[in-house]
């Protein structure tokens, strides 16, 4: 319908693989290999994964992608994985989700989260059970939100420039409906970035 309106249209957030018109966003598996990378540079070698079980979440899709890729380039395991629900994983899947994966895996040594809602979740589930963050687990979420800076410890994050990409999606856009704006098909691709804090 978008195609067939004949208006100027801006994707935001995701690279789509078939984009409608321009994109302004980032790589979801790119930012989450980063997060891999960054926390094996700190001596982390058993990582665990938390993320929702259906195939419509693509950014969850992508995020699981860049986490295994980012382990193999290293040489380490990939297994640790635990689908969870329905995205969005909320905070108490996010809870029920860390105790099923240490279960499994009780040497897990971090757990990268989709969100950090679900990091939350996985964090407070730990501090119920007395586990410490990060000596006894580390954990890290997706996305910057508020909770990821308030709550106790502080979490280890990605943070993805939301405003910079609402306000480049808005430049496009205005840009396109002036007859200034780039080609069909073109691709913005804006910056992320880890925000390393106690968690981990």
């Not at 840009?175 to 970035?193: F, M």
């Amino acid at each position: 319908m978008l195609e067939k309106a004949g208006i100027p249209v801006v994707e935001t957030w995701d690279i789509p693989a078939n984009p409608i018109d321009q994109v302004v966003g980032f790589s979801n598996g790119e930012a989450m290999a980063l997060l891999v990378r960054t926390l094996a540079a700190k001596g982390y070698t058993r990582f665990g994964y938390i993320g929702g079980t259906t195939s419509r979440d693509t950014r969850g899709s992508q995020r699981r992608a860049g986490f295994v890729r980012a382990l193999e380039e290293l040489d380490l395991p990939t297994g640790r994985v635990i689908s969870f629900g329905v995205p969005p994983i909320s905070m108490e899947q996010g809870g029920q989700a860390v105790v099923s994966l240490l279960e499994r895996w009780p040497d897990t040594q971090v757990v990268l989260c989709v969100s950090d809602l679900s990091a939350f979740g996985a964090l407070m589930e730990c501090n119920r059970r007395g586990l410490r963050v990060p000596e006894d687990i580390a954990i890290a979420g997706f996305g910057d939100y508020e909770i990821s800076a308030c709550c106790h410890p502080r979490m280890t994050t990605i943070n993805v420039g939301c405003y910079d990409i609402g306000q480049l999606a808005a430049t496009r856009l205005i840009q396109a409906i002036q007859g200034e704006g780039g080609s069909a098909e073109e691709i913005t691709l804006t910056g992320y970035r880890v925000i390393e804090r106690e968690s981990t």
